[in-house]
């Protein structure tokens, strides 16, 4: 089973998002997808509960199950909260073969990534490559100055840029109403399915998937501990 992980100690910057976007991106292609929510705000699942029955079918898994999904899943994604350090954070990397950062185009996100990305780096699961951490800049407006500023920021790590999504409305609309971006038509949503393709490519390929080959038991000790179990 695959296991990708959205993950930025800094609250605001999308995680639910692009989980949400990913999870039904790959409903399409034909994944049994798994979302797990360890975010206390449960917004994810509040997402879930809203999901149309004649969209692509997606699983809610409680955080003190995501260890164990059902067996049909192949593909589970997490959707960490805000303020992941520590213990809890490096378990869930080891846990997971890709993760995804989301870095906002602003002054106070951007330093908040870089000291989040800095220590990732130090995480031996990333340091060994058998987690592999993709960025995407999330919400950007390419003809602004802070726009330039990020893509310059993003360049300065050795990690990949996988990914620049647009500030659109289209995001805000089809969480409403428990979608996302790739259940939408494409008259409404042809630019935001060019923008995920870069995405979804990274995530296709081999370059993606680290060996993640942390037992299931020291998930489901993180997942206990955030959920205070």
């Given at each position: 089973?695959?296991?990708?992980?959205?993950?930025?100690?800094?609250?605001?910057?999308?995680?639910?998002?692009?989980?949400t976007?990913l999870a039904?991106?790959?409903?399409w292609?034909?994944?049994v997808?798994?979302?797990a929510?360890?975010?206390?705000?449960?917004?994810?699942?509040?997402?879930?509960?809203?999901?149309?029955?004649?969209?692509?079918?997606?699983?809610?898994?409680?955080?003190?199950?995501?260890?164990?999904?059902p067996?049909?899943?192949?593909?589970?994604?997490?959707?960490?909260?805000?303020?992941l350090?520590?213990?809890?954070?490096?378990?869930?990397?080891?846990?997971?073969?890709?993760?995804?950062?989301?870095?906002?185009?602003?002054?106070?996100?951007?330093?908040?990534?870089?000291?989040?990305?800095?220590?990732?780096?130090?995480?031996?699961?990333?340091?060994?490559?058998?987690?592999?951490?993709?960025?995407?800049?999330?919400r950007?407006?390419?003809?602004?100055?802070?726009?330039r500023?990020l893509?310059?920021?993003?360049?300065?790590?050795?990690?990949?840029?996988?990914?620049?999504?647009?500030?659109?409305?289209?995001?805000?609309?089809?969480?409403?109403?428990?979608?996302?971006?790739?259940?939408?038509?494409?008259?409404?949503?042809?630019?935001?399915?060019?923008?995920?393709?870069?995405?979804?490519?990274?995530?296709?390929?081999?370059?993606?998937?680290?060996?993640?080959?942390?037992?299931?038991?020291?998930?489901?000790?993180?997942?206990?501990?955030?959920t205070?179990?």
């Open positions: 089973m695959r296991t990708i992980a959205v993950i930025n100690a800094k609250g605001g910057c999308g995680k639910t998002t692009i989980a976007s039904s991106a790959l409903a292609e034909g994944h997808v798994a979302l929510d360890m975010d206390p705000q449960q917004s994810t699942n509040d997402w879930l509960k809203h999901r149309p029955e004649n969209y692509p079918a997606l699983t809610g898994i409680d955080a003190d199950a995501a260890a164990r999904p067996s049909d899943v192949d593909t589970l994604i997490i959707d960490t909260p805000a303020g350090a520590g213990n809890e954070l490096e378990q869930i990397i080891k846990r997971a073969q890709t993760v995804l950062v989301p870095v906002l185009p602003s002054p106070v996100d951007m330093r908040a990534a870089w000291r989040f990305l800095s220590h990732l780096q130090e995480i031996r699961a990333v340091r060994n490559s058998d987690t592999i951490v993709g960025l995407i800049a999330n950007v407006r390419p003809q602004t100055i802070i726009y500023e893509t310059g920021f993003l360049e300065g790590f050795r990690v990949p840029v996988i990914g620049q999504l647009r500030d659109s409305m289209n995001y805000v609309r089809a969480f409403e109403k428990g979608l996302a971006v790739a259940d939408l038509p494409p008259y409404l949503a042809f630019h935001d399915w060019e923008e995920w393709e870069p995405v979804l490519a990274w995530i296709r390929s081999k370059k993606s998937q680290g060996k993640g080959a942390s037992p299931n038991s020291l998930l489901a000790a993180a997942m206990q501990r955030l205070g179990g």
